[in-house]
């Protein structure tokens, strides 16, 4: 997937390519669950490879934000990275079941909703597998935290004070 150059004058057209994306990866996974796909096989491999280069560009959202989370163009970037995640959230962490000979699969609701647990590293499918694979060949893990309520509200209070302090010391030395 070709994505929009993240400029802070080109921000404006994130969010909608986040939204067309996040369309099309769904079109996709419905038309793989309905049962008269010709060719399963390739559905199942161009949603591995929008998953993957929804990965990066979370990654380079959030590496465009940290640079840029002074200039208030920026929030609109640090929205469509926030939709993205989620929506990777919910497709990775909801579980998912192989529907047979199509493979394609169902997103179920989250075991975790039912008894949360305080940390949790799941392999959602085979694709996730090779993807959890390949992390840990580079050194990086995923973990999945559940906080309270309360540690929400401390991390988020924290985060804000860091960056007043970043924006203060920047202030400071002018």
């Not at 934000?65 to 919910?90: H, I, M």
């Not at 995923?142 to 010391?169: G, H, N, P």
């Amino acid at each position: 997937m070709r994505w929009v150059p993240l400029e802070l004058g080109r921000v404006a057209e994130v969010g909608p390519q986040v939204d067309k994306a996040i369309d099309t990866y769904t079109a996709l996974q419905r038309q793989l669950a309905w049962r008269g796909t010709l060719n399963p096989s390739q559905l199942t491999l161009a949603l591995a490879v929008l998953r993957r280069s929804f990965a990066a560009r979370l990654e380079d959202m959030a590496a465009f934000y940290q640079a840029n989370d002074l200039d208030p163009r920026s929030g609109a970037v640090e929205a469509a990275r926030l939709k993205l995640k989620r929506f990777l959230r919910t497709i990775d962490s909801c579980g998912a079941t192989d529907e047979g000979e199509t493979g394609a699969f169902v997103l179920l609701a989250s075991p975790d909703r039912e008894a949360p647990a305080a940390a949790t590293i799941e392999v959602a499918s085979k694709e996730g597998a090779e993807g959890k694979a390949a992390e840990a060949q580079e050194d990086t893990v995923t973990l999945r935290v559940v906080l309270t309520a309360e540690e929400y509200d401390e991390l988020l209070a924290r985060r804000e004070a860091f960056r007043q302090l970043k924006l203060d010391s920047m202030l400071y030395r002018r």
